[in-house]
């Protein structure tokens, strides 16, 4: 089976709420996509779509070009981790799986592998009941990787992870990816997915608000904005805000600059006497990217239809 995602024209109404309202990306082989929106916005929605649990009012949800409930073996397809308090707190980690395994007709010596995989083969034989919500987290990871899916599906998987869980649920994502697979994460933080997803898809009210590459994300917000260190913070503002720049401070010695070249900031800087060091492009970070995505989101709901903003 394609290791592909595709939501199209998705619409699904609850009662008074409509939770989807037309939405429509694609997540593809080899790639981490975050799937990235606020509270409520309809993230665990479309994945309960996609894997059969909700049934959507129009539009469609294939894995690899067809319906999960139209899969056979659907298991060894699609994993997935939608809830990871969604197991049996008497059974220890490795008899939950074994549980599982026996029902695809997997076998001891893959549940020890999977437990190997995630980091939980010390912690096998402990009671899951008295796990820590990031080994649950881990745990949960374990069994959609059961019978080595192509696809997964993984809704907030960084949730109570300590700093170590993080660095090793990046890689994780990482290699899942170079392994061809197509993963969908969902997180409500851009900063948690920094170093692990390549794509992500934006939503907002159940609507796509942006699908892109975390590359073209980055490079539109940090676009016209130069990075620049100094000792005379509070004059160096003065000076650029008096020449039209738009300045942010970024650190106790640090600022961003937009609407002026570095060429430009230099010579205003230079001609004022303000002392200055490390004039560089600014690089925004994904969290950055976010923001200005909002920000754009809202104020295009704001304006209508494609009024200029000021300054442009
Ligand atoms: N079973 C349900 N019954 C009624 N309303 C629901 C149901 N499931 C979701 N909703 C509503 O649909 C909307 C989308 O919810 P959803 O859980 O998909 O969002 P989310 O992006 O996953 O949010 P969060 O980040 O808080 O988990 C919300 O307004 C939610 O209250």
Known sequence: MEATIEVSGARKRFGQTLALDGLTFSVRPGEVTGFLGPNGAGKSTTMRAILGLDALDEGTALVGGRRYPSLTRPLGHVGSLLDAGALQPSRSARNHLLWLAHSQGLGAARVDAVLALVGLDSAARRH????????????????AMLADPPILLLDEPFNGLDPDGFVWMRGFLRSLAAEGRAVLVSSHLMSELEGSATHVVVIGRGRLVTEATVAELIARASNGWVALRTSAREQAMAVLAGAGATVAVTGPDALTV???????????????AVPFAELSPHRASLEEAYMELTREAVEYRAQGVSAPTAGE
Do not use: N, T
Request: charged letters at 10%; a positive charge; aromatic letters at 4%.
């Open 128 to 143: 899951a009941g008295g796990f820590s919500l990031g080994m649950r987290q881990r745990l949960g990871i374990a069994a």
């Open 258 to 272: 937009q609407g002026m070249s570095g060429e430009q900031v230099a010579q205003a800087l230079g001609a004022a």
